[in-house]
């Protein structure tokens, strides 16, 4: 029995030793944001060791896969007081804590009936609660050892820091830190590697780096752990600055999780050329190339804009997973080839939720938003729950539609059954979709009901209620905006002259207008005179309007020249229209809407020869008018009709029904008479 003893405390030793090069790869977290599996690496329970196991209720644990056959297992050691031994026992409950197979209560439960248990046992429910994502207890479970006194190693204090990433404040890894001096650790490289990567995944980056630099020998995981902490919150500069001094100074060569953090900082920057040095390193120095390495170089090529190296990293892949097809489509959609992506995405062997965000997103921000919500239904067709960034992007595409149905349906379904609390940029979303559909007073509601806002915020509801004509709304937003302490930017000004411009406000629009400079630090843009153009022509003040536009620091835009021919169409003024229609043809020549507003114009004031000339400069120009079109959604389909159309499978049955409405309208009509 003593030799069994001696063994286990062998075995024991040796596990542990097998587990302290596992807990320095804790370190390695930047490999996740390159990979496609959603579940993370399986925990390995029963590290091999160097020590012989003969005993056949051992070797059996060893081999054990299933709950089942460990209770089969335990019931033996109990009949044959094996569980009293401290070797065996661990055994047990290192697979009930750490075996993807396990029962992290089956092991509290074991741990509840030990009187002393070893250092081990402690680490490994620490570790075993981290595992099921419930680091709170764990942290609980490392608090106990410091009140009573039980023996730790260096093990015990990066299985805490581990514990205290979850949900878990940087106070609680303080404390671990705090207690790492009391007992000796502080210079310990372990530990000091798993406090750099703590306060790096945390944002304590000057403490981290404290750490940092008081490591006398410093290994890859050391620098690694500093590399990821600034490239994680986007410090690329100081990452890049750090691994440039690895190179020359730390006499450790980098390995591939390193290349993957600096390959990180390049694409934050967009910096091609560095991403290119870098991909010719990992290539020179035989660094691993490992599927997450190849999809970080792929997704560094995607980000700075070079498709053509990154389709060629794509397709010499040999393995492909998920998150490699993903960054392709992404690449192409926001490259605006929306072709590519969609051959790409048809053509996925499996999809995850990114993917589907991906195209979604691409044909949301390239003013495609039928094939946006379409693809969205699709979506929840095929299972997928759409993640926040899903809801961000399909709700201002049903309100470019004006899909107020789908809009409430997310809103109702979605946002309210699932988020406790709405997050800005969704709520931001949800304003400009009720803006955008005419529910104005929803738009109002949820802005009011925001937990927090930002400037996106405030300028969604100051522009909502701009467009709709509630001009004393939206300056009175714009008043509370600033008494928050919210300084505006050049779109919030564009709101505030458009709510002027639409509600007639000329006083007050000429105020915030020479107040721009002088009271916000903004200089007038095109946008802006053109908001002031279009509020002075609307009233008729037009010879204000084209002196303002003569006197522009800058070209002026067509949306300037557009706003005065616009009001002169409203005012009747021939004269004013001839020389401003004639500026916006030089800058729009192809905008058929031009020549039929400056025709009208001219037909108002019965100048039929300068009618004749609009439509002779539109016919020799061969500018064809673009006919008018609309969309209808039924039941999550859209169709397109044009004026006159007859295309449509159902153009029959359609104009049927629109003739039987028209017989019905003027039957109320002689009713009415």
């Given at each position: 029995m003593n030799q069994l003893l001696s063994s286990s405390r062998s075995v024991a030793t040796a596990t542990a030793t097998a587990t302290a090069t596992l807990i320095s790869s804790l370190t390695f977290q930047s490999l996740k944001q390159f990979s496609s599996t959603t579940t993370t690496k399986p925990t390995k329970w029963n590290s091999p060791t160097n020590t012989i196991i003969t005993h056949p209720i051992l070797l059996a644990m060893e081999s054990c896969t299933s709950m089942l056959q460990l209770k089969q297992i335990q019931a033996h050691m109990t009949k044959t007081a094996l569980i009293t031994h401290t070797f065996p026992v661990s055994r047990v409950l290192a697979f009930c804590a750490l075996s993807d197979s396990g029962d992290i209560n089956h092991a509290h439960l074991l741990f509840s009936q030990l009187q002393n248990p070893n250092t081990y046992i402690w680490n490994t429910m620490i570790r075993g609660y981290s595992k099921a994502k419930m680091g709170q207890t764990g942290f609980l479970f490392f608090?106990?050892?410091?009140?009573?006194?039980?023996?730790?190693?260096?093990?015990?204090?990066?299985?805490?820091?581990?514990?205290?990433?979850?949900?878990?404040?940087?106070?609680?890894?303080?404390?671990?830190?705090?207690?790492?001096?009391?007992?000796?650790?502080?210079?310990?490289?372990?530990?000091?590697?798993?406090?750099?990567?703590?306060?790096?995944?945390?944002?304590?980056?000057?403490?981290?780096?404290?750490?940092?630099?008081?490591?006398?020998?410093?290994?890859?995981?050391?620098?690694?752990?500093?590399?990821?902490?600034?490239?994680?919150?986007?410090?690329?500069?100081?990452?890049?600055k750090l691994f440039d001094s690895m190179l020359m100074y730390g006499g450790v060569e980098p390995n591939e999780v390193t290349m993957i953090a600096v390959l990180s900082s390049c694409s934050q920057k967009g910096d091609l050329i560095l991403g290119k040095t870098f991909h010719e390193h990992v290539k020179t120095r035989n660094v691993t190339r490992s599927l997450n390495l190849m999809n970080a170089i792929l997704d560094m090529y995607v980000k700075c804009g070079c498709l053509?190296?990154?389709?060629?990293?794509?397709?010499?892949?040999?393995?492909?997973?998920?998150?490699?097809?993903?960054?392709?489509?992404?690449?192409?959609?926001?490259?605006?080839?929306?072709?590519?992506?969609?051959?790409?995405?048809?053509?996925?062997?499996?999809?995850?939720?990114?993917?589907?965000?991906?195209?979604?997103?691409?044909?949301?921000?390239?003013?495609?938003?039928?094939?946006?919500?379409?693809?969205?239904?699709?979506?929840?067709?095929?299972?997928?729950?759409?993640?926040?960034n899903t809801l961000a992007c399909v709700l201002p595409v049903c309100g470019q539609l004006g899909c107020l149905d789908v809009g409430q349906w997310i809103h109702r379904n979605y946002v309210r059954m699932r988020y406790n609390e709405i997050s800005v940029i969704l709520a931001n979303a949800l304003v400009d979709m009720y803006a955008k559909c005419g529910v104005i007073h929803e738009a109002a509601k949820v802005f009011n009901d925001m937990p927090e806002r930002n400037l996106v915020s405030w300028n969604s509801m100051i522009t909502a209620y701009a467009s709709h004509?509630?001009?004393?709304?939206?300056?009175?937003?714009?008043?509370?905006?600033?008494?928050?302490?919210?300084?505006?930017?050049?779109?919030?000004?564009?709101?505030?002259?458009?709510?002027?411009?639409?509600?007639?406000?000329?006083?007050?629009?000429?105020?915030?207008?020479?107040?721009?400079?002088?009271?916000?630090?903004?200089?007038?843009?095109?946008?802006?005179?053109?908001?002031?153009?279009?509020?002075?022509?609307?009233?008729?003040?037009?010879?204000?309007?084209?002196?303002?536009?003569?006197?522009?620091?800058?070209?002026?835009?067509?949306?300037?020249?557009?706003?005065?021919?616009?009001?002169?169409?409203?005012?009747?003024?021939?004269?004013?229209?001839?020389?401003?229609?004639?500026?916006?043809?030089?800058?729009?020549?192809?905008?058929?809407?031009?020549?039929?507003?400056?025709?009208?114009?001219?037909?108002?004031?019965?100048?039929?020869?300068?009618?004749?000339?609009?439509?002779?400069?539109?016919?020799?120009?061969?500018?064809?008018?673009?006919?008018?079109?609309?969309?209808?959604?039924?039941?999550?389909?859209?169709?397109?009709?044009?004026?006159?159309d007859e295309s449509h499978p159902q153009s029959e049955g359609i104009y049927n029904a629109l003739d039987q409405l028209f017989a019905m309208s003027k039957l109320e009509d002689c009713f009415v008479k």
């Open positions: 608090c106990q050892m410091v009140q009573k006194g039980v023996e730790m190693d260096c093990r015990s204090f990066v299985f805490a820091l581990k514990a205290c990433e979850q949900s878990l404040g940087v106070l609680e890894g303080k404390s671990v830190h705090c207690v790492v001096w009391k007992m000796g650790f502080v210079y310990t490289l372990l530990v000091q590697n798993g406090l750099v990567h703590f306060y790096g995944l945390r944002c304590c980056l000057g403490l981290a780096r404290l750490v940092f630099d008081e490591i006398s020998e410093r290994d890859v995981v050391s620098w690694t752990s500093m590399i990821d902490g600034y490239s994680r919150h986007k410090w690329c500069e100081e990452a890049l053509d190296c990154a389709r060629e990293i794509f397709d010499a892949m040999g393995v492909r997973d998920v998150f490699s097809w993903t960054s392709m489509v992404n690449g192409y959609a926001k490259n605006g080839e929306l072709e590519m992506a969609r051959t790409l995405f048809n053509e996925m062997p499996e999809r995850n939720v990114v993917s589907w965000n991906a195209m979604i997103a691409g044909y949301s921000q390239n003013n495609q938003p039928k094939e946006a919500l379409e693809l969205f239904h699709n979506m929840l067709e095929a299972a997928f729950a759409p993640m926040e004509g509630h001009a004393k709304q939206a300056l009175s937003v714009f008043e509370r905006m600033i008494s928050g302490g919210f300084k505006p930017d050049d779109i919030t000004l564009v709101g505030v002259l458009s709510a002027c411009s639409h509600g007639g406000l000329v006083a007050e629009g000429r105020e915030y207008f020479q107040n721009m400079k002088r009271k916000y630090g903004i200089e007038p843009k095109n946008e802006h005179y053109a908001c002031m153009i279009n509020l002075l022509g609307r009233v008729g003040l037009l010879e204000d309007a084209y002196e303002l536009i003569t006197k522009m620091p800058m070209e002026p835009s067509a949306a300037a020249w557009g706003a005065l021919v616009h009001a002169c169409r409203m005012h009747g003024n021939v004269e004013v229209a001839k020389i401003a229609a004639p500026r916006l043809l030089e800058l729009d020549p192809e905008d058929s809407g031009i020549y039929v507003l400056l025709a009208n114009i001219c037909a108002s004031g019965r100048r039929w020869g300068d009618v004749k000339m609009a439509r002779r400069m539109m016919r020799e120009r061969r500018v064809k008018k673009i006919p008018g079109r609309s969309i209808v959604e039924v039941e999550g389909q859209f169709h397109e009709f044009l004026a006159g």
